[in-house]
Antibody
Framework: QLQLQESGPGVVKPSETLSLTCTVS??????????WGWIRQPPRNGLEWIGT???????YYNPSLKSRVTVSVDTSKSQISLRLTSVTAADTAVYYC?????????????WGQGTLVTVSS | SYVVTQPPSVSVAPGKTARITCGGN??????VHWYQQKPGQAPVVVIY???DRPSGIPERFSGSNSGNTATLTISRVEAGDEAAYFC???????????FGGGTKLTVL
């Protein structure tokens, strides 16, 4: 069974870049069995899809974030990365990484526990 | 982009049936996936592709999808079912994943 663990700074200053990593264990990140996604959840709010990266390297982003977001995979470290530039208080949220089975690419089946990022000076 | 709409809250007595809806334009032509999220925890998929249950999810959870409405049905509701439930679709027109706003299920 896959396990995912997000990590990164808990506080980011406004206008700076938010950088998070998600470490995957339980299967090879470089197999063609999974794609990978990032989802966030502002405090007391719903889920917002951020972006998905296919095992082929193709990326898809939420249009509301597309100009600021980059998702990438480092197979040597079994990590998925998220970069979000020019952050504001509106980017304060719990950030989750999740696996997307290639055979059921619409679904986020395994999720990390999430990491809270607060944008504050 | 595609929009899916959920009621903010649903209340149900223990032992009764809860129905949580997810509305969208011709959502019946898409596949709908449902997630349960308890406070302080990550979401867990309870129904995928309209009506399939992952292993470990009780048979009390079922799903349907037709026309402009998809429905998550929870039979014989238990106190432990109290949680937020989110529907989600993949919009093939844009290659985007879309979540509903979530429904808070309260067990009275």
């Amino acid at each position: 069974q896959l396990q995912l663990q997000e990590s990164g700074p808990g506080v980011v200053k406004p206008s700076e870049t938010l950088s998070l990593t998600c470490t995957v264990s339980g299967d090879s990140i470089s197999s063609n069995s999974y794609h990978w996604g990032w989802i966030r959840q502002p405090p007391r709010n719903g889920l917002e899809w951020i972006g998905t990266i296919y095992y082929s390297g193709s990326t898809y982003y939420n249009p509301s974030l597309k100009s600021r977001v980059t998702v990438s995979v480092d197979t040597s470290k079994s990590q998925i990365s998220l970069r979000l530039t020019s952050v504001t208080a509106a980017d304060t949220a719990v950030y989750y990484c999740a696996s997307v089975p290639a055979a059921m690419f619409e679904v986020f089946d395994y999720w990390g526990q999430g990491t809270l990022v607060t944008v504050s000076s | 982009s595609y929009v899916v709409t959920q009621p903010p809250s649903v209340s149900v007595a223990p032992g009764k049936t809860a129905r949580i809806t997810c509305g969208g334009n011709r959502i019946g032509s898409k596949s709908v996936h449902w997630y349960q999220q308890k406070p302080g925890q990550a979401p867990v998929v309870v129904i995928y592709y309209d009506r399939d249950r992952p292993s470990g999810i009780p048979e009390r959870f079922s799903g349907s999808n037709s026309g402009n409405t998809a429905t998550l049905t929870i039979s014989r509701v238990e106190a432990g079912d109290e949680a937020a439930y989110f529907c989600q679709v993949w919009d093939g027109n844009s290659d985007h994943w879309v979540f509903g706003g979530g429904t808070k299920l309260t067990v009275l």
